[in-house]
């Protein structure tokens, strides 16, 4: 490290480097998700969409972020978490790029979704990484630290969000967020290391080759369905068809899951 970002380093500790870009991100990632709440009737209002409809933003962005998890996670271990973490505060800060220019409804969910998986990235490494970088009889700490900040973007999120929303609109909320991201990318390349990753790229290449992409996929349409299903278990009821159809295929998925993860030589 060089520069300003060094002389930061050489006064402070690495691990509060390390956790004011994790936290950061963990707390704008879960604010994001509660703010958008308090946004759904003003975009339903612009883009003439009723609120079942919008509600959908808040549904998509939690799908992808609960069955990318996982995934993220194990990818993180063969390509390094330092590379997936900052990769995922590009493509969340990406996503709240193409949110705030989105013209049309059907942009705005697919720019949802990028956040979604932008902050799946972030999120299945910001705990590893606070552990990696705090010594072990402070790892309860680091814990405690990362859940802390977790909590108080579900707090502060409707908070900060509908202030902005008052003031300049929903579409402030999304550039807000652009720009913290921005400054998160920024201070996580300097910061950040990751010494968990093999520097061997053959080694690399073969962990490529061997992901289990069938373990992923079928733990994502678990989660995804299992979601779906018990959002609309609600209004639909929980005798509804489609309902009871949706339960059954995520819980056939998870054993196909299971079993396959018996089987698989480098499983999830």
């Given at each position: 490290m060089t520069g300003i970002f060094g002389k930061i380093a050489a006064k402070f500790s690495y691990k509060w480097l390390v956790y004011s870009s994790v936290g950061m991100a963990a707390f704008v990632t879960v604010s994001d998700q509660t703010g958008t709440t308090l946004a759904l009737p003003r975009i339903g209002h612009e883009f003439s969409a009723d609120i079942p409809t919008v509600q959908w933003l808040y549904l998509v962005y939690t799908l992808f972020i609960s069955a990318l998890l996982l995934p993220?996670?194990?990818?993180?271990?063969?390509?390094?978490?330092?590379?997936i973490y900052i990769l995922g505060l590009t493509v969340f800060s990406a996503g709240s790029v193409m949110a705030y220019f989105g013209q049309e409804f059907h942009l705005l969910l697919v720019a949802k979704a990028i956040q979604g998986i932008g902050a799946a990235m972030v999120q299945a490494n910001g705990l590893a990484l606070m552990v990696e970088a705090f010594p072990n009889r402070q790892r309860a700490s680091a814990i405690g630290l990362y859940m802390a900040a977790i909590g108080t973007g579900a707090v502060m999120g409707p908070v900060i969000g509908g202030l902005m929303i008052d003031a300049w609109g929903w579409r402030s909320m999304y550039l807000g967020i652009a720009v913290i991201g921005v400054m998160e990318i920024l201070l996580s390349v300097y910061v950040i290391r990751d010494s968990a990753r093999s520097t061997n790229q053959s080694r690399e290449s073969r962990s490529i080759r061997s992901f289990d992409?069938?373990?992923?996929?079928?733990?994502?349409?678990?989660?995804?369905?299992?979601?779906?299903?018990?959002?609309?278990?609600y209004r639909l009821g929980w005798t509804n068809q489609l309902v009871l159809t949706g339960l059954s295929m995520s819980v056939l998925l998870l054993v196909g899951f299971v079993v396959r993860e018996l089987r698989c030589e480098d499983p999830m």
């Open positions: 993220m996670g194990k990818l993180s271990d063969t390509l390094g978490r330092r590379r992409w069938i373990g992923a996929v079928l733990s994502a349409g678990v989660l995804s369905l299992l979601l779906i299903s018990l959002t609309y278990s």
